[in-house]
């Protein structure tokens, strides 16, 4: 999410909370912070639970990757892999060379994979 998206959410959500008229880019001083110091507070309180939310995808330590074949994203520090825990080794399945045993791999950390996307029509 982009900074004005972000913004754009927050005076959305903010403006829900309190009388009209909604809040917009002329409730902001020349810096861009809100000349009310409630409304400036509550946008740092929201810049920060967006930066706690965005921080919990942080890689998460290989003895805590899941070993049931659930598929994850692995990282090395250079590069990446969608891959399984099956038959005691992680596999990255390819389309083009088949089902690949990837346990050589010194993996640093893992990450949930996000859902697939809906099939539209």
């Known amino acids: 999410m982009t900074e004005d998206e972000s913004r754009k959410a927050f005076e959305q959500w903010a403006s829900s909370k309190r009388p009209p008229p909604a809040l917009d880019e002329s409730d902001r001083d020349e810096e861009g912070d809100y000349?009310?110091?409630?409304?400036?507070?509550?946008?740092?309180?929201?810049?920060?639970?967006?930066?706690?939310?965005?921080?919990?995808?942080?890689?998460?330590?290989?003895?805590?990757?899941?070993?049931?074949?659930?598929k994850i994203l692995l990282c090395d520090g250079y590069e990446y892999c969608a891959a399984l825990w099956d038959f005691g080794s992680w596999w990255e399945q390819s389309y083009r060379e088949g089902r690949l045993d990837v346990s050589l791999t010194e993996w640093k950390g893992w990450l949930p994979l996000p859902p697939m996307p809906e099939e539209k029509g």
Not at 51 to 61: E, G
């Open 35 to 70: 000349r009310a110091w409630d409304v400036q507070d509550e946008w740092n309180v929201w810049q920060a639970a967006i930066a706690w939310m965005q921080s919990q995808q942080a890689w998460r330590p290989m003895d805590s990757a899941p070993k049931d074949g659930t």
